[in-house]
Nanobody, 120 residues
Framework: QVQLVESGGGSVQPGGSLRLSCVAS????????MAWYRQAPGKEREFVAR????????THTASVRGRFTISRDNKVSTAYLQMNNLKPEDTAVYYC?????????????WGQGTQVTVSS
């Protein structure tokens, strides 16, 4: 079955960096777009970034553009989110998911996520 395992979160000060990883299994990774989402306490889950099957067709939500970079390695079925210049408002649980094409819906099942906390 589909498995998505996120890791790499932690606690950092404002301006710090983290690199999140998402190891995927149970589906043909190289045929899917991969995306990162986040959910802050008391808020809805929101889209962060998406990348196409071949590492192009990259989209980042406006609030992270220029600071976060999504990437992927199809050889190891892993997606990444490099986060630089982190801000307190980036504090959230970060999740990854897969979708068929840019307009596809994500899988119903989600991983456990990885917590990112930005504070001084």
């Amino acid at each position: 079955q589909v498995q998505l395992v996120e890791s790499g979160g932690g606690s950092v000060q404002p301006g710090g960096s983290l690199r999140l990883s998402c190891v995927a299994s149970g589906f043909a990774f190289k045929n899917y777009f991969m995306a990162w989402y986040r959910q802050a306490p008391g808020k809805e889950r929101e889209f962060v970034a998406r990348i196409g099957e071949f590492g192009v067709a990259v989209t980042h939500t406006a609030s992270v553009r220029g600071r976060f970079t999504i990437s992927r390695d199809n050889k190891v079925s892993t997606a990444y989110l490099q986060m630089n210049n982190l801000k307190p408002e980036d504090t959230a649980v970060y999740y990854c998911n897969a979708q068929r094409g840019p307009g596809g819906a994500p899988f119903d099942s989600w991983g456990q996520g990885t917590q990112v906390t930005v504070s001084s």
